[in-house]
DNA sequence: TTCATATATTCTAATATTTGAATATATACC
DNA sequence: GGTATATATTCAAATATTAGAATATATGAA
């Protein structure tokens, strides 16, 4: 598995990131309009934003002053399709262990 | 968004976990099946496979000595899915800055 | 009960991430 | 030029993550 993709999927991994890349799917944004929807100072903002952008994640359009922000790797939108999705149910367990083909007693972790 | 997620979601952005997580999708592993196609020791294997039970992205049976793993988040799979999956190009730019509508220049901040 | 096997836990040191505060830069407009 | 606006960078402190080493626990077998 290519650990630049890792990485990158670390970068996601945060909730302010995942707002702004939310808010990124739904079109073009410069930094005033994403200070605006989230309760964020805009030095952390860009902060994050830095991020996205070496993780190569995010570009933007330079017009004037403004820096318009655009969603630019493709994994992106998988990933927060991905999180969306509404699971009704966990993944069905395996009929018995595998491993020794004998009975088994349900593992008491799963509750911590 | 759910919060839940993202922080599953930041515990499986982990090289090691991720190895684990694809191995546990071909199929039910006990922690020495893990070992032997991982060059990574017990003890850590033990500390990954901790926090990914306790963020209920796996659960595990008991056979005797054995531990067998297995996947139970439904959406671990759809993350595998999205990062093995073949990109070829960024997603489309749009066609100017949206926000003022007047020409552009593209982000210098690309290449770093 | 004792031993070996399978796996987990605890502790610790190194390192990375996160945020706020302060400051810097770049551009448009006057 | 000077000023306001939009955004980025730097620094430092708090916190979190990571991996290794040592040790503990649980089970099955002798």
Same mark, same amino acid.
Request: aromatic share 0%.
């Given at each position: 598995m290519n650990n630049k993709r890792i990485e990158l999927l670390k970068i996601i991994s945060h909730p302010t990131r995942i707002k702004i890349l939310e808010e990124l799917s739904r079109g073009v944004k410069c930094v005033r309009d994403i200070e605006e929807f989230l309760e964020v100072r805009q030095a952390n903002i860009s902060q994050h934003l830095t991020l996205l952008r070496h993780s190569r994640a995010v570009d933007y359009y330079m017009d004037g002053r403004l820096r318009c922000y655009f969603l630019k790797d493709p994994m992106v939108p998988e990933i927060l399709k991905a999180l969306k999705k509404n699971y009704t149910k966990d993944l069905p367990a395996p009929e %018995? %262990?595998?491993?020794?083909?004998k009975g088994y007693t349900l593992g008491k972790g799963r509750s911590k």
């Open positions: %018995c %262990c595998p491993v020794t083909k």
